[in-house]
């Protein structure tokens, strides 16, 4: 049952003193340090502090932004601890508690999660509401093709995929690249190498 603590600042500029210090009465473990943009869960400490979580331990963290900005990489965060068995808990958000025995936390993950859920599907009524207008006016030129195998992210996600000991959802997670795209690029590679043969 190993204490780990992640602490994080958005930049090189900034101070985690504050940070050690209201996590320094906990007696933790191991300490994850990064000066790096919360935006992306591409950080080297995060995937090194979450591929070395074992079932009871604990991470703690002094507020939920510290560990990730996005509500979506929240829920993946927390998708992915609990089925490690570990916890997360946040000093300042006293409300996480990721134990089966508090019902709290479940509702206000669901809530969360439906919040979440309403605005992708607000943005693709909306999406929707556009292209049906754009055709309406002779505007609409169709989908664009957005990855390529030059496309960064798509390089990366394969690469991360090529690598083993990630899933797939957590390579997406990551690399912001949707599961089909990432299917579709291992499909196609896979076709290149039979024809190949």
């Known amino acids: 049952m190993r204490k780990l603590g992640y602490i994080r600042v958005s930049s090189e500029g900034q101070n985690t003193a504050r940070q050690k210090e209201q996590l320094q009465s906990l007696n933790l473990d191991q300490i994850y340090e990064e000066k790096i943009s919360g935006a992306t869960m591409d950080r080297k400490e995060l995937q090194k502090l979450l591929s070395e979580l074992q079932p009871g331990y604990t991470i703690y963290v002094t507020d939920l932004t510290r560990i990730t900005r996005s509500t979506k990489d929240l829920f993946y965060l927390i998708e992915e601890i609990k089925e490690k068995q570990a916890l997360l808990v946040s000093l300042k958000d006293t409300w996480l508690d990721l134990s089966d025995e508090n019902p709290y936390s479940e509702f206000l993950l669901t809530v969360m999660a439906g919040v979440n859920q309403l605005e992708r599907d607000l943005i693709r009524m909306r999406q929707k509401e556009g292209i049906a207008l754009a055709k309406?006016?002779?505007?609409?030129?169709?989908?664009?093709?957005?990855?390529?195998?030059?496309?960064?992210?798509?390089?990366?996600?394969?690469?991360?995929?090529?690598?083993?000991?990630?899933?797939?959802?957590?390579?997406?997670?990551?690399?912001?690249?949707?599961?089909?795209?990432?299917?579709r690029a291992l499909e196609k590679r896979k076709n290149l190498m039979e024809c190949n043969k």
């Open 136 to 183: 309406k006016e002779g505007k609409f030129k169709g989908r664009l093709t957005r990855y390529t195998e030059t496309h960064e992210g798509l390089r990366y996600a394969l690469d991360l995929y090529d690598g083993g000991g990630m899933t797939v959802k957590k390579i997406c997670a990551i690399t912001h690249v949707s599961k089909s795209t990432l299917y």
